[in-house]
């Protein structure tokens, strides 16, 4: 699979009469996307905002962050399953809006959190205070219950998403990028002489406000399986979590995978990139044998000399991390796994809710307990009622004059487990 | 598979919370303290029992959380020693938040039902597993 990612450059957001790009400024019409997000009768208003870099502008509570995107060759649309048809994606043309995203907001729990700051201490701990962010805070009618609410602001961020991205379809890209996976044999005869190195990702999936969603399947449903690294570029993958924000990853982590972007980077210089293997995260401990019990046997039936491990989360997917590991290191593979920490607040607590000798090999994101005072913000977009009964979060941590104290969990992509963020640790 | 639960979740007592899943006992514990509820697990895995969900379930973190809903075999067998290791570091993980956790946490009732919700959404995806077959 061929696929040209051409990025449209994206300085500036404005509000305008009709959504349109202009010379690398996007311009939002709160008509056409208030019309767009309220066909949907879960949702009784929409408040259309723009949040740009350098802004005293706090954004909370986050649920998604999604770039706006468009196939414009090759099979299928972005957000396949979902917005698009059921059609395998991850060949041809897309475009993208580079440096602009859609922000979706709303308490859809009363300890909701996710913060973005796009000025200040906070903003150097999230990438989304480099974008130029069009934020919907999306208030559901009355009584409705906390997953249709859920999947109400969901479905409105990705909606929008797609509609900004459409505007970049007749659009000359300012750069184009090349990322190609050929079928497995050609593939590992292209490099013979390369180590063969595949990736596997693992994807949150415990519940509500705890999802991820591959072409539209609820991947607690799924097991393991292999998808080319273009798939994921089109939108393949797509995030329905939130909770514990700075090690969840948004639909724009997905769609802009740092580890696969490295992997393509090295691809036929150091390594041979061979695709990616799936995997969940689920409660059930049978579930969580059976899917790393696949990851390890793909590992071996692709081939494989190598794996990277990134997990998503917390607590129980520490499990499921070392299973994998274990398992493919059993294979005779060889394991780089990428997590991130909670290690008490001073960090010298054990990181990890699971722990192996094969795991020796580790890459951090960051120790999540880590605290940080966000100063007052001139504007906030979306909330703070619930600041102290965030995850990170305590009793007193909004304080009177509007500045927060509390463990960096509470920003968005903080400690990012697919290296998506400045955080991590080194030994020496 | 029939099982066992054991919770502080008043939400799983409800009438109709668990009428699709074949449910051998909800093992109720009236308290806010998780960790209580994870020692409770570790006693029955000594007897025997053995760990169908992870007890380190959801972002939320323990303790920020009041709430824990475990599943567990019906029948005591043998000692499981990886049910045992799992149960034994989520008991130490969560005492660590414990100790994080140095100002007292006031919950509204109506975030605690929030909480319960969460819990049992993630109790409820483990069930379906185990109720599979």
Redesign the interface.
Known sequence: MRLELGEILISDVQFGDVCKVENGILYVSKEEISALVLEDEHIKSVEIDLAKPGEEVRITPVKDVIQPRVKVEGKGGIFPGVISEVETVGEGRTHVLQGAAVVTCGKIVGFQEGIIDMTGPGAEYTPFSKLNNVVMVIEPVEGLKQHDYERAARMAGLKTAAFLGELARDLTPDKIDVYETKPLFEQANEYPDLPKVGYVYMLQTQGLLHDTYVYGVDAKKIVPTVLYPTEIMDGAILSGNCVSACDKNTTYHHLNNPIIKSLYAQHGKEINFMGVIITNENVYLADKHRSSNWTAKFTKYLGLDGAIVSQEGFGNPDTDLIMNCKKIEAEGVKTVIVTDEYAGRDGSSQSLADADPAANAVVTGGNANQLIVLPPMKKVIGMLDYTDKIAGGFAGSLRPDGSIEAEIQVITGATNELGFNKLTAQTF | MKCKVITNNAKLLEADALKTFDIDEVIYMDTLDIIEVMKTVRNYIHKGHK????P???????V??PFKSV?ISVDPATLDMQSLS?IG??I??AE??K???N??????E??LD??R??DY??????L???NNF
Not at chain 2, 51 to 54: G, I, R
Not at chain 2, 56 to 62: A, E
């Open positions: 760990l169908l969900t992870h380190l379930s959801g972002s939320v973190k323990p920020e959380t599943a799992i570091d989520a130490l993980m660590k938040f100790r994080n956790e100002r007292a946490l006031t919950i509204p109506s975030i929030d909480f919700l969460i959404d993630l109790i409820r995806s483990g379906e597993g185990i």
